[in-house]
T-cell receptor
Framework: GESVGLHLPTLSVQEGDNSIINCAYS??????FIWYKQESGKGPQFIIDIRSNMDKRQGQRVTVLLNKTVKHLSLQIAATQPGDSAVYFC?????????FGAGTTVTVRA | NAGVTQTPKFQVLKTGQSMTLQCAQD?????MSWYRQDPGMGLRLIHYSVGAGITDQGEVPNGYNVSRSTTEDFPLRLLSAAPSQTSVYFC???????????????FGPGTRLLVL
């Protein structure tokens, strides 16, 4: 089965609010994690990554948190905008292989 | 830079036909990979390559062949297409950090394949 999964398949958020997307992984040997955004009809687009020697990393309006104790990854999007509507995937890397979760569809309400 | 390019964008095949999905990157990346994405699911790794002349299997390799004769190109071959191979195929590339994949992968726009 899949080693990476997202807790919720869909998330509806009001424009301007913060979004939190969660992901659980099962492979404790994974040492690199990535969040991707995929818009309809396009390939996944890199958002932010984090290595296992860190527990938090911030980008522009996005923050990734890694909790290795409970094997949990989250993506926080500040001040969610309509352009943030997409499917979000977490992925974990073990050696040369990248495993993806099923994705969370984020819909931003105006 | 064009990044990662894939051709064709769309393809319809009949069961048993063969075809090659093309992938090219101009970023001089060592690592290249192929994924398939089925409706409502995440991407699953088919094959990957850590450099010219080196390929290995991913999670779902059956029915697919790859080769890596140059750094730039990584074609995916379906020798005898089956309806179960109807999917969207993505190619990706990445630089590498030492002996592990520790840099982000850049994805192409995808090839939508329908096998009748």
């Amino acid at each position: 089965g899949e080693s990476v999964g997202l807790h919720l398949p869909t998330l509806s958020v009001q424009e301007g609010d913060n979004s939190i997307i969660n992901c659980a992984y099962s492979n404790s040997a994974s040492d690199y994690f990535i969040w991707y955004k995929q818009e309809s009809g396009k390939g996944p687009q890199f958002i932010i990554d984090i290595r296992s020697n860190m527990d938090k990393r911030q980008g522009q309006r996005v923050t990734v948190l890694l909790n290795k104790t409970v094997k949990h990854l989250s993506l926080q999007i500040a001040a969610t905008q309509p352009g943030d509507s997409a499917v979000y995937f977490c992925a974990e890397s073990n050696d040369y292989k990248l495993s993806f979760g099923a994705g969370t569809t984020v819909t931003v309400r105006a | 830079n064009a990044g990662v390019t894939q051709t064709p964008k769309f393809q319809v095949l009949k069961t048993g036909q063969s075809m090659t999905l093309q992938c090219a990157q101009d970023m001089n990346h060592e690592y290249m990979s192929w994924y398939r994405q089925d409706p409502g699911m995440g991407l699953r790794l088919i094959h990957y390559s850590v450099g010219a002349g080196i390929t290995d299997q991913g999670e779902v390799p059956n029915g697919y062949n790859v080769s890596r004769s140059t750094t730039e190109d990584f074609p995916l071959r379906l020798l005898s297409a089956a309806p179960s191979q109807t999917s969207v195929y993505f190619c990706a590339s990445s630089s590498q950090r030492g002996a592990k994949l520790q840099e982000t992968q850049y994805f192409g726009p995808g090839t939508r394949l329908l096998v009748l």
